[in-house]
């Protein structure tokens, strides 16, 4: 597995395998690798001729007063995890490198990006997001980007910038790999203090039990809304920071299911934010 720290470096190597005609899969991730990057890096390998894996924890993308400095960071594991499930090479830029003094340019996707993380975490969220995203594309090339549907807004929102930029790759969203309780992996699962770990499990289960309501027959969001909330704050260890029920193509908040809702929510525990989501109609999927 090579490693590649410098942009002009992976832009050569982008280039010859170009000229190679490789395919070329693409995960970018802020390091903290756990079996929801790897589902992601085993496909690309699966799916590519080479696969390119970024870590770099993007300082663009945490708001003031959030986890940037606690974010966890295990460069030694990582590159250990990537190389064993065949990534070819492992890209890891410098913030200076990657965010040059004179620079004026972000890239900022409006709609999308107006609700949940949007809104909780605040615009710059995913202005951040999509400037190293759109930064990271450039540089890599890939043929196909590999993103997880737990990050459901993100994937959205970077599958709509591609389209508008005219970027040559195609987005592919992958299932949520969860923990054997359920829980939805996260590199912030490390950061959840250990006596708090079982109760982090209260927004998953509020989304399941929104499911089952709407498997009874309950279409109403407000009374779907108030049900999960109930749920999820019966345990004075969570904070709840946002649960919508929205459109999974507007992201818009529905009054009524009578299609495919995404249930998206976010939580804190132990100071630690937490995010998880359901794509769930009158018809199903009862399962995930
Ligand atoms: O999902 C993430 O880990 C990050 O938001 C990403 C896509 C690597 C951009 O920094």
């Known amino acids: 597995m090579e490693i590649i720290e410098d942009i002009a470096k992976m832009q050569a190597k982008a280039e010859e395998l170009i000229i190679e005609k490789a395919t070329r899969g693409f995960v970018p991730t802020m390091g903290a690798l756990h079996e929801g990057h790897l589902s992601l890096a085993r496909r690309s390998v699966e799916e590519n001729g080479v696969t390119i894996m970024s870590v770099f924890v993007n ?3 945490f708001m003031p007063g959030e986890d940037y400095d606690s974010y966890p960071r295990t460069w030694d594991e990582d590159l250990h995890l990537a190389e064993e499930v065949g990534v070819d090479i ?14 004026q340019t972000t890239v900022q996707v409006h709609e999308l990006t107006k609700n949940l993380c949007g809104m909780s975490r605040g615009l710059g969220h995913f202005i951040g997001v999509t400037t190293v995203v759109a930064k990271l594309l450039n540089i890599v090339r890939p ?11 993100q994937a959205l929102v970077i599958q709509r910038m591609v389209i508008d930029l005219n970027f040559p790759v195609k987005i592919s969203v992958c299932p949520i790999v969860r923990e054997d309780d359920g ?9 959840i203090p250990a006596d708090l770990r079982p109760r982090a499990l209260a927004l998953r289960e509020g989304l399941s039990l929104g499911r089952e309501m709407i498997r009874n027959r309950v279409y109403d ?3 779907l809304f108030n049900a999960m909330c109930v749920h999820i704050l019966r345990d004075d ?12 193509e507007t992201l818009d908040d529905v009054d009524k299911v ?3 809702v995404l249930i998206a929510g976010a939580i804190k525990i132990g100071g630690v934010r937490l995010i998880d989501n359901i794509l769930v109609g009158p018809g199903g999927p009862w399962e995930d």
Not at 90 to 103: D, E, N
Not at 240 to 248: K, T
């Open 221 to 223: 969001a407000q009374s």
């Open 143 to 153: 043929t196909t980007a590999y993103f997880g549907q737990k990050d459901a807004q």
């Open 183 to 191: 829980l939805a992996l996260s590199s912030r699962n490390r950061n």
């Open 90 to 103: 492992v890209f890891h830029p410098t913030a200076g490198q990657m965010y040059p003094p004179r620079r």
């Open 59 to 61: 300082p663009a993308q």
């Open 258 to 260: 009578d299609d495919i």
């Open 237 to 248: 260890a969570i904070e709840l920071d946002y649960l919508h029920i929205v459109s999974p």
